[in-house]
């Protein structure tokens, strides 16, 4: 069974870090493009970032460009999200989506497999 599980969500206060963790189970992270999505109350999906497998391009929205950084440990079969300098409108639940095109996009439809979320609260 193809399963994405999210970690290491929390309450963290302004200013702080925080790493999220994708860990997969039933395929191989590496050949799928991984996004990180989030979804705050009473809004749609926004991207976050993603990275390709087919070149390895990263892509970070302008929101969190210079703050949050992407990557992969294919041992691991993980994919991380470190966010640091976080402001309360970070606040989101957090998701990881898998996409079998490899191309590293961040429209949600373009995903195929989703983890279920962990909340991420910056907050004082």
């Known amino acids: 069974q193809l399963q994405l599980v999210e970690s290491g969500g929390g309450l963290v206060q302004p200013g702080g870090s925080m790493r999220l963790s994708c860990a997969a189970s039933?395929?191989?992270?590496?050949?799928?493009?991984i996004g990180w999505f989030r979804q705050a109350p009473g809004k749609e999906h926004e991207g976050v970032s993603c990275i390709a497998s087919s070149d390895g391009t990263i892509l970070h929205a302008d929101s969190v460009k210079g703050r949050f950084t992407i990557s992969r440990d294919n041992a691991k079969n993980t994919v991380y999200l470190q966010m640091n300098s976080l402001k309360p409108e970070d606040t989101a639940v957090y998701y990881c989506?898998?996409?079998?095109?490899?191309?590293?996009?961040?429209?949600?439809?373009?995903?195929?497999?989703w983890g279920q979320g962990t909340q991420v609260t910056v907050s004082s």
């Open positions: 989506a898998a996409a079998l095109q490899r191309m590293c996009v961040m429209i949600p439809n373009e995903y195929d497999y």
């Open positions: 039933g395929f191989t992270l590496d050949d799928y493009a």
